[in-house]
């Protein structure tokens, strides 16, 4: 799925693979893991690239359905999401990407995407010291609900591929 501002900055993910593709157990735990692809470009023009285990088959299934919400105007805006994680930020088993909704302008929306850790240490100046807490990095993406629909049929169409196991 892509995503692209009004302000130019941008937000790819894809699903390269299962992290363990030989592990083939229903109901393992493991044999759900997706590794990830995301590409972030900033609306100055910082971009950078990550390849992870970010989410499991059920962790893509929620992005999905959070999409949807989305793209319905279904979701509350937040100013602070990390004031109220579980109400108001999507959040993963693994903590390195996040989403939650800004604002909500008429047919607009800006969601914001979280990067931590191994999702934000590619980043332009990241240096390996200290860096924003969890969930405190995030670039806006300023969207129209088309758009999160679009994003939304792209991440079915890619998950589709990786069913829970």
Do not use: C, K
Request: charged content about 20%; glycine content about 6%; overall charge negative.
């Amino acid at each position: 799925m892509q995503l692209t501002s009004t302000d130019g900055a941008a937000f790819e993910l894809r699903v390269s693979g299962y992290e363990y593709p030989d592990l083939t157990t229903a109901g393992e735990p493991d044999a759900n893991w997706l590794v990830v692809h995301g590409r972030v470009r900033t609306a100055a023009g910082e971009s950078w690239a990550f390849d992870e285990p970010d989410l499991t088959t059920w962790d893509a299934r929620e992005l999905l359905d959070w999409l949807h919400a989305a793209a319905e105007g279904r979701l509350e805006p937040t100013d602070t999401p990390a004031s109220d994680l579980m109400t108001h930020t999507l959040i993963f088993t693994e903590p390195n990407l996040a989403f939650s909704i800004a604002a909500v302008e008429g047919e607009h929306t800006v969601l914001r995407v979280h990067l931590s850790l191994e999702a934000e240490a590619s980043r332009p100046g990241w240096t390996g010291g200290l860096s924003p807490r969890i969930y405190e990095y995030s670039i806006p993406l300023r969207v129209d609900r088309a758009q999160l629909l679009m994003a939304a049929e792209q991440w079915s169409s890619d998950i589709a591929l990786f069913p829970a196991r």
